[in-house]
């Protein structure tokens, strides 16, 4: 289910309606309800829904309208079963849909009598429907057509402005992942700069408010972080463990992991029990493996 500000979006749904009165309803891309205004059925609905046969079409109705939005990705006008005007419409972002706008229970342009369609409906509660089909809103086409360029616009830009929201506050797990996923190449902080689009002073500015360091400092722990873990779990070679994690000269990665770590590699790895079967073969004069 995708991310929205429910309380936003229904404070829209509400001012549509103050001014079209039009029912409308938001749904997920899973076609589930999320939220609509004012009540979810109009006396109309309501009392159809009530007969179980003709709950049956109107949910058969539903169905047909979300499959043939969701496989042409466009905004699908029909006329229900029981001859009103419905209108759902997709809610497309970066070319995958988001959500759905629905409206519907509206009396069909030029059909504004209720003879026009009592004949779709069950006898027994016409003289009821008559009286209900009255309260119901009228709208042409075009003005379906307005109203819905205007709800995909505004629930657009609500569920991307929380995108945004949302990437601003985690702008340390999208650095801190970036730097996880490429700890083995090119992390100075000129290339983070241009990755995120910061500069200098705003990325100093981020590592100490988030990670209380340096670039340099944080970068080089989780460099030593996933030796130690290469180490642990791994019979690789040291010096290719030294290249994984982005520091490929032997000497000098052996000696900032004893400086940080207090042991070398070899005792490290000795530590947790992973010496290699060709472990003396490969013994450096100073204890180290290769």
Same mark, same amino acid.
């Given at each position: 289910?995708?991310?929205?500000?429910?309380?936003?979006?229904?404070?829209? /749904?509400?001012? #549509?309606?103050?001014?079209?009165?039009?029912?409308?309803?938001?749904?997920?891309?899973?076609?589930?309800?999320?939220?609509?205004?004012?009540? @979810?059925? *109009?006396?109309?609905?309501? /009392?159809?829904?009530?007969?179980?046969?003709?709950?049956?079409?109107?949910?058969? =109705?539903?169905?047909?309208?979300?499959?043939?939005?969701?496989?042409?990705?466009?905004?699908?006008?029909?006329?229900?079963?029981?001859?009103?005007?419905?209108?759902?419409?997709?809610?497309?972002?970066?070319?995958?849909?988001?959500?759905? !706008?629905?409206?519907?229970?509206?009396?069909?342009?030029?059909?504004?009598? #209720?003879?026009?369609?009592?004949?779709?409906?069950?006898?027994?509660?016409?003289?009821? /429907?008559?009286? %209900?089909?009255?309260?119901?809103?009228?709208?042409? !086409?075009?003005?379906?057509?307005?109203?819905?360029?205007?709800?995909?616009? %505004?629930?657009?830009?609500?569920?991307?402005?929380?995108?945004?929201? &949302?990437?601003?506050?985690?702008?340390?797990?999208?650095?801190?992942?970036?730097?996880?996923?490429?700890? *083995?190449?090119?992390? &100075?902080?000129?290339?983070? %700069? *241009?990755?995120?689009?910061? *500069?200098?002073?705003?990325?100093?500015?981020?590592?100490?408010?988030?990670?209380?360091?340096?670039?340099?400092?944080?970068?080089?722990?989780?460099?030593?972080?996933?030796? =130690?873990?290469?180490?642990?779990?791994?019979?690789?070679?040291?010096?290719?463990?030294?290249?994984?994690?982005?520091?490929?000269?032997?000497?000098?990665? &052996? @000696?900032?992991?004893?400086?940080?770590?207090?042991?070398?590699?070899?005792?490290?790895?000795?530590?947790?029990?992973?010496?290699?079967?060709?472990?003396?073969?490969?013994?450096?004069?100073?204890?180290?493996? @290769?």
């Amino acid at each position: 289910m995708e991310t929205y500000n429910l309380q936003k979006m229904q404070e829209l /749904l509400h001012d #549509f309606y103050y001014l079209t009165g039009i029912k409308i309803c938001i749904y997920d891309s899973g076609e589930n309800e999320l939220c609509y205004y004012p009540e @979810k059925l *109009s006396a109309f609905c309501a /009392l159809l829904r009530g007969d179980k046969e003709m709950d049956g079409r109107c949910r058969q =109705c539903d169905k047909r309208a979300f499959a043939e939005c969701r496989r042409t990705h466009r905004q699908y006008v029909y006329t229900c079963h029981a001859g009103l005007l419905e209108c759902i419409s997709p809610i497309v972002c970066e070319k995958k849909i988001i959500g759905y !706008i629905v409206i519907g229970q509206i009396k069909p342009p030029g059909k504004t009598d #209720f003879s026009a369609i009592a004949h779709r409906l069950p006898t027994k509660y016409r003289e009821r /429907l008559a009286e %209900c089909f009255c309260a119901l809103p009228d709208a042409d !086409i075009g003005k379906i057509d307005a109203a819905m360029r205007i709800l995909d616009a %505004c629930t657009g830009y609500e569920y991307l402005k929380e995108l945004v929201r &949302s990437a601003e506050r985690r702008i340390d797990l999208r650095i801190g992942g970036y730097i996880d996923d490429n700890l *083995s190449g090119n992390l &100075s902080v000129q290339q983070l %700069c *241009s990755r995120f689009r910061l *500069s200098h002073s705003e990325i100093y500015a981020l590592f100490r408010e988030y990670f209380r360091t340096t670039p340099a400092e944080y970068i080089r722990e989780r460099r030593l972080d996933k030796a =130690c873990r290469l180490l642990a779990g791994t019979s690789l070679p040291v010096g290719k463990i030294a290249a994984e994690c982005g520091i490929p000269d032997y000497n000098y990665f &052996s @000696k900032i992991f004893r400086r940080t770590r207090g042991v070398s590699p070899r005792q490290y790895r000795k530590a947790a029990g992973k010496i290699p079967p060709q472990a003396a073969a490969d013994l450096l004069p100073d204890g180290d493996i @290769k």
